[in-house]
């Protein structure tokens, strides 16, 4: 009976995590249907087990304690990852969209979607001027700038790819790892290490909530 009450527990954590949105922290949304679907497997065997082992309950060991505990604390205990120390230790290849979306007009791109231009755009001058509205988290590197990113993931957290953008931040702007904000401004061409380079130059700069889905295909 304790094998079918940890199939109960561990089939209502995995529901309970995607109806709560924490998966959204962890993985792609694609996923998360699967992820629930498991989820009731796991449900529906504990409960044909139950019907099955009408025995009295077992002598509890030291493994389904265990595990119970580990079910127990990823309940209490939300992951709390940070984006910027997992975007400095990940390779910055970002898949290529399904669909560019380099016709929108520039104030509708994301943060995402620029960082894609950028990188099939050898001329930067191109940009030069554009509006930009974007959102993403505050990325801080070793010996440069902060940069504004986001993470892509194809899956989850283990094959998440940093995406980022520079930023002219003005001289009273101290931005701190993991803030995650909302720029307004223009795009310019700045000589950087003596090379042009892509900056946003913002206009306001608002500190925001993490989005419920901050983590971008």
């Known amino acids: 009976m304790n094998r079918a009450l ?6 209502w954590m995995v529901l309970w995590s995607v109806h709560s949105g924490r998966l959204d922290l962890l993985m792609n ?4 249907g699967l992820v629930g679907a498991t989820g009731i497997a796991l449900i529906v065997a504990g409960l044909l087990l139950l019907r099955r082992q009408r025995r009295p ?9 265990a595990s119970t505990g580990v079910a127990v604390l990823m309940v209490l205990a939300p992951p709390a990852p940070s ?3 997992l975007a400095s230790n990940r390779p910055q290849g970002i898949p290529q969209a399904p669909q560019l979306a ?14 894609r231009l950028l990188r099939s755009q050898p ?15 505050v990325w801080r590197q070793n010996n440069a700038p902060p940069l504004i990113a ?14 980022g953008l520079a930023v002219a931040w003005p001289e009273t702007s101290e931005p701190k790892a993991n803030q995650w904000l909302a720029i307004r401004g223009h795009m ?12 946003v130059v913002p206009t306001t700069i608002e500190e925001i909530e993490r989005p419920e889905r901050p983590l971008e295909p």
């Not at 940890?6 to 089939?11: H, K, N, S, T, V």
């Not at 949304?29 to 998360?32: A, Q, T």
């Not at 001329?123 to 988290?137: A, M, Q, R, W, Y």
């Not at 892509?152 to 995406?163: E, F, G, I, M």
């Open 150 to 163: 986001r993470l892509t993931v194809r899956c989850c957290l283990a094959d998440a790819t940093p995406a």
């Open 102 to 115: 380099f016709v929108l007009p520039p104030e509708q791109r994301s943060l995402t979607e620029w960082v």
């Open 57 to 65: 309950l077992e002598r509890l060991r030291i493994s389904w304690i």
């Open 6 to 11: 940890l199939l109960l527990i561990w089939g």
């Open 83 to 85: 984006f910027s120390d």
């Open 188 to 199: 310019a061409v700045q000589l950087r290490n003596g090379n042009p380079m892509v900056v």
């Open 123 to 137: 001329d930067p001058e191109l940009v030069n001027g554009n509006p930009v509205n974007i959102s993403g988290f």
């Open 29 to 32: 949304s694609v996923f998360h």
